[in-house]
């Protein structure tokens, strides 16, 4: 048993136990810490990795508990049917305001939280069937098995039972495909895109699966407390929420339960102890409760768990034990070339940036696509890879064309690429990062890997990227953090990442820019093995003698326009080329 | 928590099953607004509070102040808190209506008896093993419409409007005076509602004012009520203008200021005792409390919402003595003993008499209520 | 509705919205310079009238208070910071500068309280008073962790504001105040009754936001300003150290907001906890205008106030719901019509 396990069993035990132990507060409290526990690991999820900040959530808790409130005291009906209801019900309501508001990027989406936030509440409290303002009283206690769980202590059992399950297919789902994919929304969706995952569809997952998590917790508040009124729905509990996932750590799903708890706990201790030291009960609690808050967050910026997990011995890395292969692509030998451009054109508004640029690359051949800066360079790269639509003209992929495709469906046909400015998820590891690049491999979707069910295909795919780091000689780096490498070692980790997704065709973009002598050689040396290997690569770069060296056709560009066209030795031969090149200097 | 880690240090082996040794004080929990969106309402009565007496009937007694913000799940948190923790004996409050009603089921659950200080009739009706448990001190909502109603009929009020907060407060008065109006035979022709905090009802008064009632009423507490009552007075509205008892404080009179003269109000008779005559035996009761309440936070601050705490301590001070004859405090014994002398309670109070029974746990009669005029800045008895 | 009630509910839409507006406008210079989304601005407003109702019943402000206590924190960590640096010679200086200057206010302000000075010698105090917060309020709160994620960032300001909120109500008490009008009159315009003071305040806004919008758009010294945000590094190698910018934006923005406040107290009433919802709906205009656009948030704000100004007629119950739902199609337009860099936020 590892000592994370141990620590976890030690947890379910000491849980499980309390009841019967601790004072009967302590249970009050420890049921709110699981409510709110629930709610804000949706948040973690939601806001801490996958960056979508929501200030909405209480809403949805609203929704959960005013569902069971309705259908249980008008209609007489099973709490647990409740559930279901009101499952459904924030579902379509999460649908429906995902996909309005996901598609909002940086401050609108935050915004338009607040404002479904402030709707809901109002809502509540205006429909009159919902009991207005005043709230609806008589809603029943829970009944499980014939238990009535009326008393809080009882309760406690089911509220944990669902926060550490929760807790569980959350922390399953962070290390998973969708996992890795979600870890990716926040700062690179570009790169998650190029490589299969469909960045739109899958915030609105998360954002679903944070919703229901609020409705349950909404569920069973209402049950707890039998009776709801729209005060602990309204935005300023929303804010609350955000504020528990800050202070515990959004990056981390024990951060929703440290931070609940601090919150919780930090409250009820300010309660007892000021009024004690500057009088009364009531006025100070906020003030010092803000200013705690603002020290704590200059102390412990990334909130209090990260900084505990720098105080805790870190966790080793278990190797990554072979696995049968992934299935790969099937490699047809072709004649014709590879990918062919066909008088493929870039317009910005007036701007010219690519020309009725033509080339191809042949099966098996290094491509060097060169330039003096602002040639158009890295928007032909951008026209491939898909991350640009095309004015006019066409790009053949394999005979098919793939010009006016998104980057995922270009992904899928066999294109792997690397990124000018080095696109890693700094805080991952280099073997997740990697596995990342195998994604369309893959198939397993967020309930799956929630429940643990994809673990098969999980080990295949670590292998894969254990191979493919392996291939790019960064074995030893296997398990540090990708921000952690030096430049030169991030770009292999980038190609690396390129080789999981098993490309037909690699493209590169300025791998060597920023790279030292001996890291340039070294990258060399993997580009020629790569193509040894049967790879096809197109290298966009700038180092003239890096390019030389390695590829066997160029193709010169300048002011949007193809220059020159052969050989190595031709073109630095070529006068108009020379002429280019250092006339512009 | 504090108390929370002392129990623990001072040994599991309390909680585990010895018996406490019987505590012989008298803990009385109170939650209330004193923050967050009621705190207008709740200040006061903290107020209140700090200056009632330590001793009943030779026992000594420990008040125990939280405030819930005007938070539902707070209240719900500090009433488990006073029972669990400070093992009190009667809980008092809270402020408003959502906060009371659901405290309801933890004081029902636990046989705790509680005093609410919030208006709605919901909270003690209809009679049923919760509410066994639950008193309230302040006049129910539909004492005082009826109040407005009958004046409204007796000065030839045919229609009338309604502005209100869009919360509890607002809601709970505008089902009231529906009812009371139609009663009186009057119509409502318009129904409108604010937020505490708005900027502007330009558009609400616009709107009542079109509708042209023969008089408007103002479901507001403290100084916003003046918010809507300013904005009829600059848009020429002449009809008349009626608040409820939540404005009656001196913020309320300092805001308003002049446009606040011939506002009518039903109020418990507490805030104009001088005018009472000397037969009423609440002018000597409410003298009391005022003088005390002024003497410590200065002329002219009273307010009834501190009554509803004082007239909750009077009811309290006088059920003790007979539950002391029955049971130790601390005991399930003496809580219910508590409750029952409560029960029985025939108190002359503040805001009226309280006369309770097994089916009436408010007891106020039309001796809890007056209308009064604002009259330059200050309130006096309405004929 | 006719023309006359038509005309009105702009009137006061106009109105309401130039008040967002001003909020709007210190929001988005806050979040240019210092890329901070200052939730705490409305507390600043609701600080400046009931300030000023304090002096006018003349009795000291608990302003005064908490201006020295941050004084006199302000001074400490400067002093500690001199010290850390090795650089003891200048810490009289920072000192005299941080602590000595808002206790100077502060004196001024509790002993001119009482006198009943002239209304606008009252004003000025007020805002100096005020506006004095803010350098002091970024010093504390916001300056240690200047480099930290918006995220971050934005949790500090709603502690901040929950701070402010509760001092607040120890200040002030629960119950509202209004303030003397700067000109009671009004006059006819066609069948319309224009106020003059709400006037004063729609003239304010469109000045200030004239201001603000050469300044930034068209003056070295405000464009260099805006590129703190973006590159800290970079404006330092300049010469504009961000400290020095974000103690500046504060200064200003407390300013707008202490006199915004100053400008509202006379048509509505302030409690105070009123800040909040005035300034989301100044933060709705400052993100309709992507936090960058003073124009263009000016104009999210009247938006919000006439949405609000009309909703509160026909339907006043579900005014919130009517504008906040009405919003949600501007927000998706604006963001899908403009361009985003896609950013580690």
Redesign the interface.
Known sequence: MTRSRAAHALLVVALAAAPFIVPQFWITLGNYIGLYSIVTLGLVLLTGVAGQTSFGQAAFVGLGAYTTAYLTTRFGASPWLALAVGMAITLAVALMLGFITLRMKGHYLPLATIAWGMSLYFLFGNLDFLGGHTGMTGIPALNLFGFELRDERRYFYLIWAIALAALWATDNLLDSRPGRAIRALRGSLAMAEAFGVNGARLKIIVFIYAALLACVSGWLYAHLQRFVNPTPFYINQGIEYLFMAVVGGAGNVWGAVIGATVITLLKEMLQDLLPSVLGRSGNFEIVVFGILMIALLQFAREGIGPWLARILPARRPQPVPEAPPLATRERVEMNGPLLDVKRARKQFDGLVAVSDLSFEIRPREILGLIGPNGAGKSTTFALISGALSLSSGEVMFRGEPIGNLEPYEIARRGVGRTFQHVKLIAQMSVLDNVALGAYLRGEAGVIRAALRLDRAEEARTRAAAAHAIACTGLAAHMFDAAGSLPLGKQRIAEIARALAADPVLLLLDEPAAGLRYREKQELAQLLRSLKQQGMTILLVEHDMDFVMGITDRLVVMDFGEKLAEGDPAEIQRNPVVLEAYLGGV | ????IK??AFG?VA??GLPNAANADINIGVTLS??G?A??L??PE?NTI?LLPTTVAGQKINWI???D?????KA??NI??LI??DKVDVVVGSTI??NS??M??VAA?SETPMISMAA?A?IVDPSNPKTRWVFKTPQNDALMADAIAVHMKANGVKTLGY?GF???Y???WLAEIKRSAQTAGIKVVAE?????????????V??LV?ANPDAILIGAA???G??PQKELVGRNYKGKIYQTHGVA?P??L??VGKDGNGTLLPIGPMLVFEQLPDSNPIKKVSAEYITAYEAKYGKGSRTTFGGHAYDAYLLIAQAVPEALKKAKPGTKEFHAALRDALEKSNVIGTHGVFVMGPQEHNGLDNRARVMIKIDNGQWVLAK | MDLSIAALLTQDGITNGAIYALLALALVLVFAVTRIIWVPSGEFVAYGTLTLAGMQLGKPPGTVSLLVGMAIVAGLLEVYVCIRRGEIARAPRRLLLWTGVPCVIAALVWWSAPLNLPFPVQVALTLAAVAALGPLLYRIAYQPIAEASVLVLLIVSVAVHFTLTGLGLWFFGAEGSRTPAFASASFQLGNVNVNVQSLLVVGTSAALIGVLYVFFGRTLYGKALRATAVNRVGARLVGISPSFAGTLTFAVAALMCAFCGVLIGPITTIYYDSGFLVSLKGFVGAIIGGLVSYPLAAAGALLVGLLESFSSFWASAFKEVIVFTLIIPVLLWRSLTTHHHEEDE
């Open positions: 928590m504090l108390r929370c129990a623990i599991l909680s585990v004193a923050t969106p705190a207008s709740g200040i903290r700090e102040v939280l405030d913000a005007s938070d539902t799940t719900v948190t488990r808190k669990a923790e209506t959502p009603l659901a309801i089921d659950d709605s919901r502005i869009n919360d509890a607002g809601d709970g409108e509602k604010y937020n505490r905090s708005d900027a502007s009802v330009t558009g609400q616009l709107k079109a403290g100084t916003p003046a918010t404080n913020d309320f300092r805001v």
